[in-house]
């Protein structure tokens, strides 16, 4: 699967708010690409991390402050590149620190996408 996000019609569609995602089937790559955002964030470790960024105060989250979620620090890198490889978070170098941020199109495609069934 490749990490280039094509331009889907759910990204549209949840941006726009032009058309009722539940006015058709998920195109191929519409799938493939809420797959690899899903995929990301169904490990409980990047889950853990993905709430921490989310939900910090500042809107952003210093890798200092989400670390300690149970593993080796090198586990937690892991972990954050697997999140932005998916698109699900951008980051910030500040001298020796990384700084997180939610992406916030990849969530509206999630948000847009569990609420099918709503």
């Not at 058709?24 to 519409?30: F, H, I, K």
């Not at 799938?31 to 990301?40: D, G, P, Q, R, V």
Request: hydrophobic share 40%.
């Amino acid at each position: 699967m490749s990490n280039k996000r094509p331009t889907v019609t759910i990204e549209a569609a949840s941006a726009a708010c032009c058309e009722p995602l539940d006015s058709g089937a998920l195109s191929e790559a519409d799938a493939e690409y809420a797959a690899t955002l899903f995929k990301a964030l169904a490990d409980p470790v990047r889950l853990r991390l993905f709430s921490r960024v989310a939900s910090h105060p500042a809107g952003e989250a210093c890798v200092c402050d989400i670390s300690d979620v149970g593993v080796s620090q090198p586990t937690v890198s892991h972990h954050l590149k697997k999140l932005r490889e998916a698109g699900l978070l951008t980051s910030e170098r500040r001298g020796t620190w990384i700084y997180y941020r939610v992406a916030p199109q990849p969530v509206a495609t999630m948000s847009a996408l569990l609420a099918l069934g709503s």
